[in-house]
C-alpha cells in the first residue's frame, strides 16, 4: 500500500473519531498517532486530510448537499460521509493530485471499510462533485464510471 492510500485511511479513522466518537480533532488525533505508527509522509498528508477536511466541513457539507441528491449529509452512512467529506477536500485543495486518484482512492475506502455499496455511492456523488470543483473540460483527469476500478 502506497504512502498516500496510508495517510488516506488514517485520515478516515481521525475524521470517523471526531465524527462518531465525540472526540476533538485534538483528541482523535493524539490517540491515533499514539496506537499508530506512521512514516513521517504518511503522518504529514493525513494531517493536511484532517486539517483541511475540518477546517472546511460546513463548506464542504454544502457542497456534499448539493450534489447527494436525496441525500442528507447527517442521514448518510458515518464512514461514507467522512470518506466523501475527506475527498470533496482533496479534490478542491490539491490540484496537483488527478481526480481519478482520489475518485478511485476513496472508492477503495468505502469498499474496504464500509458496505458493499458504498463504492458505488461514494463514485456517484465524487463524480458529480469533481464536475463541479474541476470543471475543466480540456482536462485529460476523468474520474472513474467504473466502481471497481483501482
Same mark, same amino acid.
Given at each position: 500500500?502506497?504512502? !498516500?492510500?496510508?495517510? !488516506? $485511511?488514517?485520515?478516515?479513522?481521525i475524521? @470517523?473519531?471526531?465524527? &462518531? %466518537?465525540? #472526540?476533538?480533532?485534538?483528541?482523535a488525533? =493524539?490517540? /491515533?498517532?499514539?496506537?499508530?505508527?506512521?512514516?513521517?509522509? &504518511?503522518?504529514? /498528508?493525513?494531517?493536511?486530510?484532517?486539517?483541511?477536511?475540518?477546517?472546511?466541513? +460546513? !463548506?464542504?457539507?454544502?457542497?456534499?448537499r =448539493?450534489?447527494?441528491?436525496?441525500?442528507? &449529509?447527517?442521514?448518510? $452512512?458515518? #464512514? +461514507?460521509?467522512?470518506i466523501?467529506?475527506? $475527498?470533496?477536500?482533496? #479534490? *478542491?485543495?490539491?490540484?496537483? =493530485?488527478? *481526480?481519478?486518484?482520489?475518485?478511485?482512492?476513496?472508492i477503495?475506502?468505502?469498499?474496504? @471499510?464500509? =458496505?458493499?455499496d458504498s %463504492?458505488? /455511492?461514494?463514485?456517484g &456523488? #465524487?463524480?458529480?462533485?469533481? $464536475?463541479?470543483? !474541476?470543471? +475543466?473540460?480540456?482536462?485529460?483527469?476523468?474520474?472513474?464510471?467504473d466502481?471497481?476500478?483501482?
Amino acid at each position: 500500500m502506497g504512502a !498516500r492510500r496510508k495517510a !488516506r $485511511a488514517c485520515a478516515l479513522q481521525i475524521l @470517523y473519531a471526531v465524527d &462518531v %466518537g465525540g #472526540l476533538s480533532a485534538e483528541e482523535a488525533r =493524539t490517540a /491515533f498517532w499514539l496506537s499508530c505508527r506512521a512514516d513521517p509522509r &504518511v503522518r504529514e /498528508f493525513a494531517e493536511a486530510i484532517v486539517a483541511g477536511t475540518l477546517g472546511e466541513q +460546513d !463548506r464542504i457539507d454544502a457542497v456534499i448537499r =448539493t450534489h447527494a441528491v436525496n441525500w442528507e &449529509v447527517e442521514r448518510m $452512512a458515518a #464512514l +461514507d460521509r467522512n470518506i466523501l467529506r475527506a $475527498a470533496t477536500w482533496e #479534490l *478542491s485543495a490539491t490540484p496537483e =493530485t488527478p *481526480s481519478s486518484v482520489i475518485i478511485n482512492e476513496a472508492i477503495e475506502l468505502a469498499k474496504q @471499510y464500509s =458496505t458493499d455499496d458504498s %463504492g458505488k /455511492f461514494v463514485n456517484g &456523488v #465524487l463524480d458529480h462533485i469533481r $464536475a463541479a470543483v !474541476r470543471p +475543466d473540460p480540456e482536462s485529460h483527469d476523468r474520474p472513474s464510471t467504473d466502481p471497481t476500478a483501482v
